[in-house]
């Protein structure tokens, strides 16, 4: 009896440490996992905020025009811009096709718009729509 006993708590003893080290395996597996996840959200944080960082500083150099109309189309295209670029830089293909859309009627509306202007002003916006087209090749 006393051999069966001492049996039995000896392999209670193994299957409880053994229970043990695999839930210090399942843990650190579990730290490891969020350790991983909190580094890519920080790093997509971090490129969300350099890409911010770049259309604001498009956004500084909006130019002004003599007529209202032009003004608002360049406040407009600058974000369709801005919205184009963070599409391509988190790779959304459906957005990117939608907002491709967009530009053929942004095209048609700069092309009206550059036709009425002022030389000085039509100069001023076909170098700055090629500064924005630039900026998106890149």
Known sequence: MKKLFLAAAVLGVVSLSSCKSEKEKVDAKVESTQENVANTVEEQVEAGKETMDKVADVAKDLPT???????????????????MKLAATAGDANKLAELTKQSVDFQKELQGFTQTLK?????????????IQKQLNK
């Open 65 to 83: 025009f003599s007529d209202p109309k032009i003004t608002e189309f360049v406040g407009k295209y600058n974000k369709w811009a801005a919205d």
């Open 119 to 131: 030389p000085e002003d039509a100069k001023k916006l076909q170098d700055w729509t090629a500064e």
